[in-house]
């Protein structure tokens, strides 16, 4: 451990409302902590520039799903197991539920948030191209009040965000409108579980029963750019179309054009090109011999 505890200070009001009215006093100066898998991790290499934390571990107010009739309500403090276990998610939002199923192992699932993967602003989050293709909409709070921001316009560039200072992310809101479309996502990582990923896909789409076309196509991928991204050259590319090896290798190409990966310590931008391409196509190939809807 490369921290002194000595030098943090920790405290824990017990209701939302107390958190806001701390952060609202000297906004920037507290760090929120919910599971707190991504910040010991910097606490425990020495490298978290915070050095008061704030925790929303467990606060009722963010722990709640709502099923509402038209979408569903998802508190930020909703761990992948609160995710996996929930028979609605499962069930409407697979995409979602995959994701919290390979996002690190058993432990972090019962302690990593929905809301810390979006507030630690990874491009290489697993949760969040499913994010993107469920449009998937934030609910932030302050003592201010609410509002409300698409998920797409949250992360604004690698590692930043729309959060203001004095806020914190208290819900995510899902459109129930995906449900009877085909999905499919893939994570591609050194190895299942404890591994970040070098790509991730996650992909929604329907065929048009007149004539086998791709009627609705929506696809995503994290770790291929500064911040998750929604393929939108591919998507424009293979609507009204139908997933024929023409219409793949063409897509395969457009993918290749509108990401931008990077060499890390992960992977090489040549291997994640590549390897987005491949998903893609593997969703199209899935999508084109599904039935119509
Ligand atoms: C062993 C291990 C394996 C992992 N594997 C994966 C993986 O496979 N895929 C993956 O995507 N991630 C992985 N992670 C990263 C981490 O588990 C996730 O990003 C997790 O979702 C973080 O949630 P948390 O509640 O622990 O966040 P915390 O560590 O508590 O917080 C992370 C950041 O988000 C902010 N934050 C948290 N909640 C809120 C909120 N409600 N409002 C505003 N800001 C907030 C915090 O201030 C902090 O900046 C792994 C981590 C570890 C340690």
């Known amino acids: 451990m490369r921290s002194d505890p000595a030098d943090y200070q920790l405290v824990a009001p017990n209701t939302l409302q107390g958190v806001v009215s701390l952060l609202a006093e000297e906004p920037g ?8 898998t991504d910040v010991m991790v910097q606490y425990a290499a020495g490298k978290l520039p915070a050095r008061r934390l704030v ?5 009722p107010e963010l722990r709640q799903v709502e099923v509402l009739p038209g979408e569903i309500h998802i508190g930020a403090g909703c761990t992948y197991t609160d995710l996996r276990n929930h028979v609605i998610v499962a069930r409407e939002f697979s995409l979602l539920a995959s994701a919290a199923s390979w996002t690190g192992g058993i432990a972090n699932q019962n302690r990593g948030t929905l809301g810390g993967n979006i507030g630690n ?20 709070v302050s003592i201010r009040g609410e509002r409300r921001v698409p998920y797409r316009d949250f992360h604004t560039g690698y590692k930043k965000t ?3 200072a004095d806020e914190l992310i208290q819900a995510i809101c899902l459109p129930r409108q995906f449900a009877e479309y085909v999905s499919y996502t893939r994570k591609v990582g050194a190895r299942n579980a404890q591994a970040i990923s070098k790509v991730c896909v996650a992909a929604l789409g329907t065929i048009r029963a007149a004539d086998g076309a791709i009627e609705n196509v929506r696809v995503a991928a994290g770790s291929v750019a500064p911040v998750p991204i929604r393929l939108v050259e591919t998507e424009r590319l293979v609507m009204g179309k139908r997933a024929e090896p023409s219409l793949l290798a063409l897509a395969r190409k457009t993918v290749a054009a509108e990401i931008k990966p990077i060499d890390d310590i992960r992977s090489s931008a040549k291997y994640r ?3 987005a391409g491949n998903l893609v196509q593997e969703f199209l190939l899935k999508l084109g011999s599904s039935k119509p809807s």
Not at 29 to 36: C, H, K, M, Y
Not at 55 to 59: A, E, R, V, Y
Request: net charge negative.
């Open 29 to 36: 100066a507290w760090l929120p902590i919910a599971g707190g």
């Open 55 to 59: 925790s929303i571990w467990n606060l």
């Open 121 to 140: 602003a990874s491009p290489a989050a697993d949760s969040l191209p499913a994010l993107l293709v469920y449009d998937a909409e934030l609910i932030l």
């Open 162 to 164: 729309r959060l203001a």
């Open 273 to 275: 090109a590549a390897v």
